[in-house]
């Protein structure tokens, strides 16, 4: 009788959780442009400066940064261009957004920027099973990604997944 041989285990795969590319909750901070505003209504530009020169941006050292007004000022984009300007040489990134909102869009920045070299020509299993709530976009994104590429996509776990993508061989 032949061994019981598990091929899944054997055939080599690589596989990417999508947690990975989630910022942690410490790592996200954010700067509230309301707190610039002269009498919460408008920006001035002389005292929004002079303010901006005053803060200690090494605070935000490998931080991700969400830009944003907690009121309905309009807010001049020039400001934003200015925080982002000083956020440069110290964030790992800064967005214009919501902080309710900055997880995922500092999710889907990282998986963009997220060099796939190192799976060329394999095959690679996006993880679909967890505990954090990960949006259709980033499966999307973190697809479009690989395709180019690796020789298959598979969405799963090795035990049980879906082929996504299998490239066609000349």
């Known amino acids: 009788m032949q061994p019981i041989v598990n091929k899944a ?10 947690v990975q590319f989630f910022p942690t909750e410490n790592e996200i901070v954010g700067i509230d442009i309301a707190t610039f505003l002269f009498k919460g209504l408008l920006l001035k530009e002389d ?4 303010a901006i020169s005053e803060i200690d941006f090494k605070q935000y050292i490998e931080k991700y940064v969400c830009v944003y007004c907690s009121t309905n000022a309009i807010v001049p ?19 214009a957004c919501k902080p309710e909102n900055a997880s995922q869009i500092f999710l889907e920045r990282n998986i963009l920027s997220f060099n796939t070299e190192f799976f060329e020509g394999k095959r690679v299993i996006v993880k679909g099973c967890g ?24 969405y799963g776990e090795a035990c049980s997944s879906v082929p996504v993508f299998k490239k066609k061989i000349d």
């Open 131 to 154: 505990n954090k709530q990960i949006d259709e976009r980033a499966y999307l994104l973190i697809a479009q990604k690989l395709a180019k590429n690796v020789r298959a996509i598979m």
């Open 47 to 50: 005292d929004f400066r002079k």
């Open 9 to 18: 285990t054997n055939r080599a795969v690589e596989e990417i959780d999508l």
């Open 77 to 95: 984009f020039w400001a934003y261009m200015v925080l982002a300007a000083e956020l440069a040489p110290f964030a790992k990134d800064a967005a």
